[in-house]
Nanobody, 122 residues
Framework: QVQLVESGGGLVQPGGSLRLSCAASGSIVSINDMGWYRQAPGKQRELVATITNGGFTNYADSVKGRFTISRDNAKNTVYLEMNSLKPDDTAVYYC????????????????WGQGTQVTVSS
């Protein structure tokens, strides 16, 4: 079993900043890609950013230049630094990770966190 636990969400004014963290724990042999997604009320879940275990990143156009994804492989943790926040960034943010759980089986499974609310409002 693998658990992903997000933290760092909250209420922030437009133009403000927040830093989200997501720590993976459990039966982890290795982790490949990690990422952040978000879902606003009435909308589908959408990609925010992803990062490979080698540090290559990918961002949604709507957050480029404002958000930064990073990871600490020793801690099995992924971060999302969010700056210049806008009301449109309001959503539940979810992290995910592609995890190898068995040393003799070269297969990765995708796990999701429970989500953390980010609200941008004055």
């Amino acid at each position: 079993q693998v658990q992903l636990v997000e933290s760092g969400g909250g209420l922030v004014q437009p133009g403000g900043s927040l830093r989200l963290s997501c720590a993976a724990s459990g039966s982890i042999v290795s982790i490949n890609d990690m990422g952040w997604y978000r879902q606003a009320p009435g909308k589908q879940r959408e990609l925010v950013a992803t990062i490979t275990n080698g540090g290559f990143t990918n961002y949604a156009d709507s957050v480029k230049g404002r958000f930064t994804i990073s990871r600490d492989n020793a801690k099995n943790t992924v971060y999302l630094e969010m700056n210049s926040l806008k009301p449109d960034d309001t959503a539940v943010y979810y992290c995910n990770a592609d995890v190898r759980t068995r040393p003799l089986v070269a297969r990765f499974y995708t796990y999701w966190g429970q989500g953390t609310q980010v609200t941008v409002s004055s």
